[in-house]
């Protein structure tokens, strides 16, 4: 297990210290998970900071290489975006800012072939991993994100299974804290990913009393047939979610998780509901910009004319839960030629 922890004043003035036997998260709105939606009660004790990121850094310089890589290309089949890893810089300022950027292409014949299913792309943008560097298994997971601005923006925190990239043993499962549709600014998405053959009609936690800044109509959570391989909720807010910074997090214990907005709990899904139930192992964290397949009017939208969009992020922290909370530092030795090749076959 790894505790890295990097010193910068925490926003939340309920929040006295690091490292006390329960501690408060903070969000946008001054609310702390204490005050929110139940996370402090007997069933969800928050416990000491495991790890953050708090973005630190000289202006112009990538996150830093001991937590996070750049990825280079594009994995999706339906993507028009490329990812650049000079697109996820830091700002340099006292407070610390990620800033992932999505860039129009404005000569997509430069880029032939490129993007999904020998597409041309049509945009650039951040996106960054921890992916062979740290993993984490459980615990309260929480970022500090400011969405972009612009009809067609696809922007995400989300997690995947560690080893799930080594060809031909693709492991299952894929935990999307938030995704935002710019197409829906006030909306944000939170999915589970897994096996079919697997979930029951409805999560085993109706979304909580939302406060005034947030409205509760829409938070719906989705019923799925048991040949589903996803289940999800919506979190709404009062304003767009790129007008200002919001927090989305995740409660992760043992066969149950919880998403939440602004430090309130929208749905909790457990393997009693999920029989293929995936996530009782290592995941890695993503962080990405980008948009969505042209033209639609969902995953993001139809891009409106705007030649480049921020995705702005404050922190990324990792807090116990129940006394639950492991990360681990990998390291992956270096490759032979050989090697490399037969990764390729």
């Known amino acids: 297990m790894i505790y890295i922890i990097k010193r910068k004043y925490l926003t939340c003035p309920s929040i006295v210290g690091l490292f006390i036997a329960s501690i408060a998260l903070s969000s946008s709105m001054g609310i702390s998970m204490s005050e929110g939606a139940g996370i402090s009660s007997p069933k969800l004790a928050v416990g000491k900071l495991l790890w953050s990121d708090e973005f630190q850094g000289k202006a112009s310089r990538e996150p830093n290489p001991l937590f996070w890589t750049g990825n280079i290309g594009s994995y999706n089949y339906d993507a028009?975006?490329?990812?650049?890893?000079?697109?996820?810089?830091?700002?340099?300022?006292?407070?610390?800012?990620?800033?992932?950027?999505?860039v129009k292409i404005n000569d997509p014949s430069l880029y032939s072939g490129l993007c999904g299913g020998g597409k041309y792309c049509q945009f650039k943008s951040g996106e960054i991993t921890t992916r062979n560097l740290l993993i984490f298994k459980y615990g309260y997971i929480e970022a500090r994100i400011k969405m972009p601005t612009g009809e067609g923006n696809w922007s995400a925190f989300w997690m995947l299974p560690d080893g799930n990239y080594v060809p031909n043993n693709q492991k299952p499962g894929e935990i999307d804290i938030v995704e935002w549709y710019a197409h829906y600014p006030n909306k944000s998405w939170s999915t589970l990913h897994f096996e079919a053959a697997g979930a029951s009609a409805s999560p085993s936690a109706q979304p909580s009393p939302a406060p005034s800044a947030l409205a509760s109509a829409s938070i719906t959570p989705n019923a799925i047939s048991q040949s589903s391989t996803s289940i999800g909720t919506n979190g709404v807010s009062a304003s767009r979610l790129s007008d200002g910074f919001h927090t989305y997090g995740i409660a992760w214990l043992p066969d149950s998780i919880t998403f939440y907005l602004d430090g309130n709990a929208l749905a909790t899904y457990s393997a009693t509901q999920i029989t293929t139930w995936p996530f009782n192992n290592f995941f890695y964290l993503i962080l990405n910009g980008g948009v969505g397949p042209q033209p639609n009017t969902i995953f993001g939208g139809t891009w409106d004319g705007w030649q480049q969009s921020t995705m702005?992020?404050?922190?990324?922290?990792?807090?116990?839960?129940?006394?639950?909370?492991?990360?681990?530092?990998?390291?992956?030795?270096?490759?032979?030629?050989a090697q490399m090749l037969a990764q390729l076959k």
């Open 312 to 337: 702005s992020v404050d922190w990324v922290r990792d807090w116990q839960l129940n006394g639950y909370g492991q990360i681990s530092k990998k390291t992956i030795p270096a490759m032979t030629p």
């Open 80 to 102: 028009v975006t490329t990812h650049s890893p000079d697109l996820s810089l830091l700002d340099g300022s006292k407070q610390g800012i990620l800033n992932i950027k999505t």
